[in-house]
C-alpha cells in the first residue's frame, strides 16, 4: 500500500469512527443506556454479595464485570448487527460503491465503538467502585492498561468479524442479539470468577475474548484477584493478541466473501427492490 | 470522442425471486449492447421490472454481469473495479442513506472521505452544492429531522461531492417536488454542458418529459431488452408514421365504416359525449394521407365540425408503440408531467 492510499484509507477509517464517537454522545439517550442499564444489575448482585458477607473484592469483581459489559452490549448492537442497519439504510451498497475497501469502514466503526467504549467502561466501574467502596490493589497499572486495550481490541475484532458473518448466515438481527446477549453474560464471567464454571466450560467461554480480558484484569486490581485466577495473566495476554489477529483475519476473509456473494447473487449488500 | 460505457451481450439471471421461469432462473437483462459516448447524459426508460435498476448495478461494479461484458471507462466490470470505483458515483430516488445523529454537511463530509478528498476540498464543494441545491440552511441540521425531499436532495449532493466522471442517476427525483425536481434537472443538465472534462451521466427515469428534456439519448427497454436507440427527437419522428387529427362534431347520426373508409386514413375511432351532443373522432392517417377529404366528407355527411386538433406526437406515443403499454408507476403528485 501506497502512503497515498494509506493516507485516504485513514481519512475513510476516521470518518466512520467520527460517527460514533462525535456523532452517538450528541444523543443523551446514551447515557441512561450504557451507563444505568449496567449498573443495575451490578447493584443487584453486589447487594446479594453483600448480604452473603461475601469479601469487598467480589463486589469489585462484579462491579468491573458489570462495567465491562458495556463492550458486549455495544459488540452486539454496534457491530454484529450493525450490518444489517446498514443494509437497509442503503449505507452498505454505498460502502461498496466507494473507492476505499470496506476494511477501512468496518475498522472505523470498530475504533470509533471501541473509543466510545473504552470511557464508559471507566466512568461505569468509578460510580459502582464510589458506591460500594472498593479498595483496589494494582498490581501494574501498565499491565492493566495494555490488558484493557487488548480485551476492546479482541472483542471488536470478534464483532467485525461476526458483521460480516451474521449478514451471510444469520436471519436478522433480533435473533442474533436475543442469541448472543445472555449466555456470554453469563459464560464470560461478567458477574463471578470464570474459573467457578471450571476448564472445559472456561475454555470454550475464552473465545470470547471478554473472558479472560476481565479475568487477567481481576488479577491485576485486585488483591484476591490471583486466587480465582483462570490462568497467569501473561498467558492470557498472549491469547488475546493471538485471538485479535484470528478474529482481524476472520474479519477479511468474511467480508471479501460478502463483497463477492453481493456482486455475484445481488442480494446480501443491496436492498431487496 | 471517447467512449463512456460499452457494454456486448451483456446479460443477467435471478435464482430465485423475483418471477421464476421454467428453469428457476429469471433473466433480468438480455444481451444488451450499448455504448455510450463521453459527455452526454443518456437516458434508460421503461416500465418496472424491465431491468434499468439491474443495469445500474452491473455498470456500477455492484452487480456481475452473468454473461457478457461490460466496460467503464474502457475497465472491465468483472474485474477492474478498483479502477472504476473511484471515478464513478450513484444516486437512487427514495435511497435512506447516511446516519441520523449526523448533520447533512457532517453526512456529505463523510461519504467525500470515503473517495480520499480532502476535508478542505470536500467542505467547499459542500458549501457549494448546498448553495445550489437551496439547502444551505439546513447544513447543520441532523438529517433525522429532514423531509424526505431534503434527505433526497442532500442524497443528489452526495453523488456530485466526488466529482466523478460518470455519474449514474436512478430516478433521481423521486419524492422531489415540482420546483424541486425542476432545478435538480437544470443543475444536472448543466453539470454536464459546462464541464471542463467530459461528464457522462445515465439516468433512469419514469417521467416521460424528464427523458425528453434532459437525454441526449435515449434507451427504451423492456422486459431486460433494449427496444430502441436513439435521440428523443428520432424517436418521436420514427415512430409518429402520419399525423393524427382530433376532430369534434356536433351530435348527429353517423357511418363510421364510411369515415374509415376514406383515403388516406389509416384508423378511425370515435366516442359520444350524450351531454355535450357531440362526437369526438380521432384520425391517423397513413403518410402523406390529407385532411381535406375528412373535412370534404364530414360536410357531405352533414356533421358540423366544431374544432380540429392536430395531435403532436409525445415520447409516450413512441413507447406505447414500442412497448405496447404506457410507462407505468412513478409517485404519483410528486411531480409535474403527469
Ligand atoms: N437480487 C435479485 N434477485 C432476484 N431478482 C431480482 C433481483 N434484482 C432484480 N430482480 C428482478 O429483475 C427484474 C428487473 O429489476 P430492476 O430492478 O432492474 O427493474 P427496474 O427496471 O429498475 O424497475 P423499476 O422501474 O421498478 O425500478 C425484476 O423483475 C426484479 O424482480
Ligand atoms: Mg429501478
Not at chain 2, 245 to 268: Q, W
Request: include cysteine; charge should be neutral; glycine fraction near 10%.
Amino acid at each position: 500500500m501506497s502512503t497515498d492510499e494509506l493516507i485516504k484509507n485513514l481519512r475513510g477509517i476516521w470518518a466512520r469512527a467520527y460517527v460514533r464517537i462525535i456523532g452517538v454522545n450528541r444523543e443523551p439517550s446514551w447515557l441512561i443506556f450504557e451507563l444505568f442499564f449496567p449498573l443495575l444489575p451490578i447493584c443487584a448482585f453486589a447487594f446479594v454479595y453483600k448480604s452473603m458477607n461475601a469479601p469487598s473484592d467480589y463486589l469489585g469483581f462484579v462491579i468491573l464485570g458489570g462495567a465491562m459489559t458495556a463492550i458486549w452490549m455495544n459488540v452486539l448492537w454496534g457491530m454484529a448487527a450493525q450490518f444489517f442497519w446498514e443494509r437497509e439504510s442503503g449505507n452498505l451498497t454505498l460502502y461498496m460503491l466507494c473507492p476505499m475497501p470496506t476494511m477501512a469502514v468496518l475498522i472505523g466503526m470498530a475504533i470509533g465503538s471501541g473509543f466510545s467504549t473504552f470511557f464508559r467502561v471507566i466512568i461505569t466501574f468509578m460510580i459502582g467502585k464510589f458506591i460500594f467502596g472498593i479498595t483496589l490493589h494494582i498490581a501494574s497499572y501498565w499491565w492493566l492498561f495494555v490488558t484493557f486495550m487488548l480485551t476492546i481490541a479482541a472483542v471488536f475484532s470478534l464483532g467485525m468479524m461476526m458483521a460480516s458473518f451474521f449478514l451471510l448466515y444469520g436471519r436478522d438481527a433480533w435473533n442474533i442479539l436475543t442469541v448472543f446477549m445472555e449466555p456470554v453474560f453469563f459464560l464470560s464471567g461478567f458477574y463471578f470468577p470464570v474459573k467457578t464454571l471450571g476448564y472445559p466450560l472456561g475454555a470454550i467461554a475464552s473465545l470470547i475474548p471478554i473472558t479472560l480480558g476481565l479475568d487477567a484484569m481481576r488479577q491485576l486490581a485486585f488483591k484476591l484477584g490471583p486466587a480465582t485466577a483462570f490462568l497467569p495473566v501473561g498467558v492470557e495476554i498472549t491469547i488475546l493478541i493471538i485471538l485479535t489477529i484470528i478474529y482481524l483475519i476472520g474479519a477479511k476473509y468474511l467480508l471479501n466473501k460478502l463483497e463477492y456473494l453481493g456482486r455475484r447473487e445481488g442480494r446480501l449488500t443491496l436492498r431487496w427492490q | 470522442m471517447s467512449i463512456a460505457i460499452k457494454t456486448t451481450e451483456l446479460s443477467r439471471s435471478f435464482t430465485g425471486g423475483g418471477e421464476k421461469e421454467a428453469g428457476g432462473l429469471f433473466q433480468a437483462l438480455s444481451d444488451v449492447n450499448i455504448e455510450i459516448p463521453e459527455g452526454m447524459i443518456y437516458g434508460l426508460l421503461g416500465p418496472n421490472g424491465a431491468g434499468k435498476t439491474t443495469l445500474i448495478k452491473i455498470l456500477s461494479t455492484l452487480l456481475l454481469p452473468t454473461s457478457g461484458e461490460a466496460f467503464v471507462n474502457g475497465y472491465n466490470v468483472d474485474n477492474q473495479y478498483d479502477k472504476i470505483r473511484p471515478i464513478i458515483n450513484m444516486v437512487s430516488g427514495g435511497e435512506n442513506c447516511g446516519y441520523g445523529i449526523l448533520t447533512v454537511a457532517e453526512n456529505l463530509w463523510m461519504f467525500a472521505q470515503f473517495y480520499g478528498i480532502p476535508t478542505k476540498t470536500a467542505m467547499e464543494r459542500i458549501k457549494t452544492l448546498l448553495e445550489i441545491m437551496n439547502l444551505t440552511d439546513k447544513a447543520d441540521v441532523k438529517i433525522n429531522k429532514l423531509s424526505t425531499g431534503m434527505r433526497q436532495k442532500m442524497n443528489f449532493i452526495r453523488g456530485f461531492v466526488t466529482e466523478p466522471k460518470i455519474l449514474f442517476l436512478d430516478e433521481p427525483t423521486l419524492g422531489l417536488d415540482v420546483n424541486a425536481a425542476r432545478e435538480t434537472r437544470k443543475f444536472v443538465m448543466d453539470w454536464v454542458k459546462n464541464a471542463v472534462e467530459p461528464k457522462t451521466v445515465i439516468l433512469t427515469t419514469h417521467y416521460m418529459k424528464e427523458a425528453d428534456e434532459m437525454c441526449h439519448k435515449l434507451a427504451i427497454i423492456d422486459s431486460g431488452k433494449i427496444l430502441a436507440i436513439d435521440t428523443p427527437a428520432n424517436l418521436k419522428k420514427q415512430e409518429a408514421g402520419g399525423a393524427s387529427y382530433n376532430i369534434t362534431v356536433g351530435y348527429k347520426e353517423f357511418d363510421a365504416n364510411s369515415l374509415r373508409a376514406i383515403p388516406g386514413v389509416a384508423s378511425f375511432a370515435h366516442s359520444v359525449s350524450d351531454e355535450d351532443a357531440i362526437i369526438e373522432m380521432i384520425f391517423n392517417l397513413e403518410a402523406g394521407g390529407a385532411l381535406a377529404k375528412i373535412i370534404e366528407k364530414l360536410s357531405s355527411e352533414g356533421l358540423s365540425i366544431l374544432n380540429i386538433h392536430k395531435k403532436e406526437f409525445s415520447l409516450e406515443d413512441a413507447f406505447i408503440k414500442l412497448v405496447g403499454r404506457r410507462l407505468n408507476g412513478g409517485e404519483a403528485g410528486a411531480n409535474e408531467h403527469r
